[in-house]
């Protein structure tokens, strides 16, 4: 642009001198000369190619601010779960209502593995371009609780906490212990399996937990969530650790049942179940799900998205889905303070954690 612009500066600088009718070099002939000559010419030449200049200029000012623009093309949605999970769930509902606030689509990756672990190296391993988020779950977010942990909390922004539940134990429908007086009778006189997460997450704590308390309970991992949900109805598990939204399905289809909630109130959705503080257990940490993308993307496009999750996690079709999954209907934490929360989250998940390791 620039070079073009330079030359049109040296045409007007031109004398009127050029080929004559015949093609040789000399003064301009009479007809050219009665037309304006050369002169004219050149200066419509030079018109137009100042015309062209300020297009290219235009152009390329274009072209920055649609750089500048974001976003401006898809932003990857990792699942570190496999398909069907809670974590499936919320990205599925998030990223449809993300695309409609910010006209990107957002396609959602399910990359399971190690208990979260696999998803998040993904995201903490890629740019920092604002291109890339993720859902993290407490079950992940409990692995940072360990002495040499794999990740840190500096490594991560919180875009917007969209899920809390309280976890529970669950039975199929007709196991043989109708309650949970019955399954702690039979743990402590009968090893039980219970389907977890994966080690390192709070169900193993939960059940190193009762393992203190004299109860033989066993984890057994299950990394993709239909496995873990239908082991307990196919006995490769005696019980599953899960929250009661994520099998909502097998719970309203009368195949599985709840016998304990970890919380320190009763579970509004089935009152008449007991509760860990209600039995004088001190392990209530609740499950919640958060949004994060990676540490050191720029604050403009942390603060978009974070604006754009506040409205998603605070509309109606957002407090439906909470509903539906039996989540606490005030679940929604902003990104400004999400850090205290799960801050304070993990404290409670690394005294749970200490707790399970007083015996061997």
């Not at 193993?204 to 109805?233: C, D, Q, W």
């Not at 289809?253 to 909630?261: N, S, Y």
């Not at 007991?274 to 993308?293: C, M, N, T």
């Not at 799960?342 to 690394?350: G, I, R, Y």
Request: glycine share 10%.
């Amino acid at each position: 642009m620039l070079r073009s612009c330079q030359l049109a500066d040296r045409l007007d600088d031109f004398d009127g001198v050029g080929k004559n009718d015949m093609g040789f070099v000399g003064p301009p002939s009479k007809k050219l000369r009665a037309n304006g000559g050369y002169k004219g010419g050149f200066e419509l030449r030079h018109a137009l190619i100042v015309a062209g200049c300020l297009l290219l200029g235009s152009a390329a000012v274009s072209g920055v601010a649609a750089e500048d623009a974001y976003p401006a093309r898809p932003i990857t949605f990792i699942v570190p779960w496999g398909p069907g999970g809670g974590a499936d769930q919320l990205a599925r509902i998030a990223s449809k209502l993300m695309e409609q606030e910010l006209k990107v689509s957002f396609p959602v990756i399910n990359v399971p593995g190690a208990t979260g672990q696999t998803g998040l190296t993904k995201l903490v391993s890629g740019p920092s371009d604002g291109y890339s988020i993720e859902v993290m779950t407490g079950d992940t977010f409990a692995l940072f609780t360990a002495v040499n942990a794999r990740f840190k909390l500096n490594q991560i922004v919180p875009l917007g906490i969209m899920i809390q539940q309280p976890s529970g134990f669950f039975v199929k429908i007709d196991s043989p212990w109708k309650n949970w007086a019955d399954v702690e009778a039979a743990a402590r006189t009968t090893p039980l399996r219970v389907a977890v997460t994966g080690f390192g997450s709070p169900d193993e704590f939960t059940v190193n937990y009762f393992r203190n308390k004299g109860m033989k309970l066993e984890a057994v991992p299950f990394a993709e969530p239909g496995l873990r949900y239908s082991s307990v109805i196919g006995g490769q598990s005696d019980l599953v650790y899960e929250q009661a939204g994520d099998i909502r399905s097998f719970l309203d289809g009368k195949q599985i049942r709840p016998v304990i909630f970890f919380s320190d109130k009763v579970f509004e959705a089935y009152p008449d179940i007991p509760y860990s503080e209600k039995l004088g257990y001190d392990v209530k940490l609740p499950q919640f799900r958060v949004i994060i993308a990676k540490a050191g993307t720029d604050p403009a496009q942390v603060k978009i998205l974070s604006e754009a999750i506040k409205k998603i996690g605070t509309a109606p079709e957002f407090a439906a889905y909470l509903k539906q999954q039996l989540g606490e209907p005030q679940s929604f934490i902003p990104a400004d303070q999400a850090i205290s929360y799960m801050n304070k989250w993990l404290e409670e998940a690394s005294a749970l954690s200490a707790a399970t390791k007083a015996k061997p």
